[in-house]
T-cell receptor
Framework: AQSVTQLDSHVSVSEGTPVLLRCNYSSSYSPSLFWYVQHPNKGLQLLLKYTSAATLVKGINGFEAEFKKSETSFHLTKPSAHMSDAAEYFCVVSLPDSSYKLIFGSGTRLLVRP | EAGVAQSPRYKIIEKRQSVAFWCNPISGHATLYWYQQILGQGPKLLIQFQNNGVVDDSQLPKDRFSAERLKGVDSTLKIQPAKLEDSAVYLC?????????FGQGTRLTVV
């Protein structure tokens, strides 16, 4: 069975400080991994994706994530938080043996303090 | 390109009534998903289509939920009869290669 775990339900940072949102997955196969962002009353937007190419993936709005197979992790980072980054973030895994369905984590709500 | 279109955006119904949601995916996207997102939770897959065939409906409560994708394009999701616990946002997504695009969702409130 495959699953994805987001370790923090809420993360609070000050504007201008680094962001770290943690994600671990469990899988016997090489996964595709994604981070999506959801702003209030808005649709889900893809931030970045890992599909077995470079392990360090750069996304939109200054976000990046590193795929670490040995740690089964895909943590999302950003060097400097902006107020507009406040939103819900979802880590998502997709596997070829499950018809490429997208399995979502429970989400991490990022709060950015002025 | 146009995004995934969903309608209606909001719906309020009484329990035991029926309701239907509509999704128009991005042109050329063979894969279509319906997800249910309950407040405070991550989206949960209800059903996945590949063209007009069902790939995965293992999480669909088939006693009350049904979905179809005639002609492999638009899709409808129906609930009959609705229960209070069906209150959620219903998300439609479509995919061609690796990236899935999501619609804005339909927020259903069952009272």
């Amino acid at each position: 069975a495959q699953s994805v775990t987001q370790l923090d339900s809420h993360v609070s940072v000050s504007e201008g400080t680094p962001v770290l949102l943690r994600c671990n997955y469990s899988s016997s196969y090489s996964p595709s991994l994604f981070w999506y962002v959801q702003h209030p009353n808005k649709g889900l937007q893809l931030l970045l994706k890992y599909t077995s190419a470079a392990t360090l993936v750069k996304g939109i709005n200054g976000f990046e994530a590193e795929f670490k197979k040995s740690e089964t992790s895909f943590h999302l980072t950003k060097p400097s938080a902006h107020m507009s980054d406040a939103a819900e973030y979802f880590c998502v895994v997709s596997l070829p043996d499950s018809s490429y369905k997208l399995i979502f984590g429970s989400g991490t709500r990022l709060l950015v303090r002025p | 390109e146009a995004g995934v279109a969903q309608s209606p955006r909001y719906k309020i119904i009484e329990k035991r009534q029926s309701v239907a949601f509509w999704c128009n995916p991005i042109s050329g996207h063979a894969t279509l998903y319906w997800y249910q997102q309950i407040l405070g939770q991550g989206p949960k897959l209800l059903i996945q289509f590949q063209n007009n065939g069902v790939v995965d409906d293992s999480q669909l409560p088939k006693d009350r939920f049904s979905a179809e994708r005639l002609k492999g394009v638009d899709s409808t999701l129906k609930i009959q009869p609705a229960k209070l616990e069906d209150s959620a946002v219903y998300l439609c997504a479509s995919k061609r290669s690796t990236e899935a695009f999501f619609g804005q969702g339909t927020r259903l409130t069952v009272v």
